[in-house]
């Protein structure tokens, strides 16, 4: 599986219509209208994220590996 940043990972969400609620500390959280479900990214300057964080916040947003 690809590991990408946290930065990054809130760039995907944002192209797919999930909007940034708000900032707590380093944690982005987003939220969508359609979804009563919040994503808590961690951004913690262009560390990668751990590989079941990444596939867990993947199931939530419905994103698949090629959506990377």
Same mark, same amino acid.
């Given at each position: 599986?690809?590991?990408?940043?946290?930065?990054r990972?809130?760039?995907?969400?944002?192209?797919?219509?999930w909007s940034?609620?708000?900032?707590?500390g !380093?944690?982005y959280?987003?939220?969508k %209208?359609?979804?009563?479900? +919040?994503?808590?990214?961690?951004?913690?300057g262009n560390?990668d994220?751990?590989?079941?964080l990444?596939? !867990?916040?993947?199931?939530?947003?419905g %994103?698949?590996?090629?959506? +990377?």
């Amino acid at each position: 599986m690809k590991v990408i940043s946290g930065k990054r990972l809130c760039k995907i969400l944002e192209k797919k219509e999930w909007s940034l609620v708000r900032i707590q500390g !380093s944690h982005y959280i987003y939220g969508k %209208l359609d979804n009563e479900k +919040l994503i808590v990214v961690p951004v913690h300057g262009n560390k990668d994220l751990n590989q079941g964080l990444l596939r !867990s916040i993947m199931k939530i947003a419905g %994103l698949a590996e090629h959506d +990377l």
